[in-house]
T-cell receptor, first 109, second 117 residues
Framework: GDSVTQMEGPVTLSEEAFLTINCTYT??????LFWYVQYPGEGLQLLLK?????DKGSNKGFEATYRKETTSFHLEKGSVQVSDSAVYFC????????FGAGTTVTVRA | GAVVSQHPSRVICKSGTSVKIECRSL??????MFWYRQFPKQSLMLMAT?????????EQGVEKDKFLINHASLTLSTLTVTSAHPEDSSFYIC?????????????FGPGTRLTVT
């Protein structure tokens, strides 16, 4: 079945550091790919998405490119802020959302 | 746009009682709503999918008689945890979608923290 594997955390960074969270997927079809962010005690917010191969999703300085050849959708941000501290989930949608395990990111001032 | 609300945000109930959680799409019509459960420091586990006016489809291992789902309108779905026990304590999150298909987007509610004492 469909599945998502993402980099295990926790990840701790200093402000203005570069962030990468790896995400790979397994799917039988051609899914859409998503990154969601969850702040403490809250639900999920869509961060960005890509619906087909080579699409790049971007939002709030975060980017991810749908790579069909490597079945990956790695999340990157060039300069993180303390406010980026959260749990990040990679997900694929092939009629049903499948989530990765989540990566906790802590950014220190 | 695309706001989903949940009520209550937190609830504490005694073992053996039932508790109802509401999920509402505030500015769009949700043909499909989803209910997830999240354990501490873990990912979301899909419990069931509900389409307006029809019975919910439960994921394997989810007791449909314990977790009653009703999707009576295009803006409201409810999850009732019947005869709750401490092991049902969890964070329950709903999401809503206005269409189906591989590229559709789910909009998530803020979650409900259930504690069963």
């Amino acid at each position: 079945g469909d599945s998502v594997t993402q980099m295990e955390g926790p990840v701790t960074l200093s402000e203005e550091a570069f962030l990468t969270i790896n995400c790979t997927y397994t799917a039988t079809g051609y899914p859409s790919l998503f990154w969601y962010v969850q702040y403490p005690g809250e639900g999920l917010q869509l961060l960005l998405k890509a619906t087909k191969a080579d699409d790049k999703g971007s939002n709030k300085g975060f980017e991810a490119t749908y790579r069909k050849e490597t079945t990956s959708f790695h999340l990157e941000k060039g300069s993180v802020q303390v406010s980026d501290s959260a749990v990040y989930f990679c997900a694929l949608n092939d009629y049903k959302l499948s989530f990765g395990a989540g990566t906790t990111v802590t950014v220190r001032a | 746009g695309a706001v989903v609300s949940q009520h209550p945000s937190r609830v504490i109930c005694k073992s053996g009682t039932s508790v109802k959680i509401e999920c509402r799409s505030l500015d769009f019509q949700a043909t499909t709503m989803f209910w997830y459960r999240q354990f501490p420091k873990q990912s979301l586990m899909l419990m069931a999918t509900s389409n307006e006016g029809s019975k919910a489809t439960y994921e394997q291992g989810v007791e449909k008689d314990k977790f009653l789902i009703n999707h009576a309108s295009l803006t409201l779905s409810t999850l009732t945890v019947t005869s709750a026990h401490p092991e049902d304590s969890s964070f329950y999150i709903c999401s809503a979608s206005s269409s189906g298909g591989r590229s559709y987007e789910q909009y998530f509610g803020p979650g409900t923290r259930l504690t069963v004492t």
